[in-house]
């Protein structure tokens, strides 16, 4: 590793960057920055649904390990607080999804009163597990970039520092915006309209956005295209008769709105509430209507529907605010020509 160039007056590093680009590296330095910052700390503790005071007494009370050698295997991160909770932290990078290690470690887990296993991956994972009274949770490094990016920490820094390891290091720049999706079934068009949730299968990522595109099958009385445009306030992905288990995290997603929560869990439960399949859910504000719709682009022309949709949009297909802008304002012009030819 070069730590200075010629012509520079200091290295460009921060002390990050020192720790390599790897998942023990990235894995000790969130370690690190929970150790030094108290605030830190319990941003993290509270997103995770530790409930628990940020206090001198509490903090001095808590230890923090990394790579503790146990029988079922080397875990990443612990933290403890004795009679009060014991977190146990799996680091992956790019683009790794958890597997078999949501089982490996529950046997590692110490008697206290809260315990959490928590996965943090290169990717959205919002599957949520309650194992023996282990709760399961699954971040992004991207949520753990949001945790720590805000006007809290604005003059840290440490927490700059780190952030700036992450994004360089890790390549974490990227945010899907709006995920558009073929909707034609009427049970998931009523999932949408009455409850403002968006059902699927199990899905990674974490988009800004939906906006549903109603097929001609779905016979809707305004007709094909896109309608909507909702903002999506939380993702998780569940089993819907377990909803009612996650209400603390739907209570989060609605900015404490007991309205809303109630309307969503009622969303996930009115249909396949009882099946044992895992769905993601994605978790919306009132959507937006459009005043006229958006469609796919037409034809059999050579490059069509590039950053757009054409014919069977595939899983996954997001779209950038600024092609939606321009879309909208492709049909801003064309209503405003047709108006004056008449």
Sequence with gaps: MKIKEAGLNRSALNQF????????GLSKAFAYILGREPAALYSFLHHIGIKTQNTKKNY?????????VRKEGRTDIEIKQSGKYHVIVESKIKINKVKQQRTQYLKSFDNERKKVLCFITGVYDFNKEIHDKIEIHNLGWLEIIDLFDTKKFKNNQLIRDFLS????????????EILVQDLGN??????FCEFQVYRRDVVFGSPLYFAPYFTRKAKQKQGEGIWYLSKILGILSLSPKNIINFRDDLMKFSNNSNELT???IKGVQIIYGNTEDVFTYFFLDEPLKLLCPLKKDKGRKKGRGKNWIAAMIPKNRCVSFLEFARRIANMDIEKDTKRKEK
Excluded at 18 to 23: A, F, K, Q, R, Y
Excluded at 186 to 191: D, G, L, M, S, W
């Design 17 to 24: 960057d020192l720790l390599g680009v790897d998942e023990v």
């Design 60 to 68: 001095m009370a808590t230890s923090i390990e990394v790579e503790r």
């Design 165 to 176: 390891f992450m994004r360089r290091g890790f390549n974490m720049r990227e945010q899907k």
């Design 186 to 191: 009427a049970k998931e068009i009523k999932r």
């Design 262 to 264: 109630n309307k969503w």
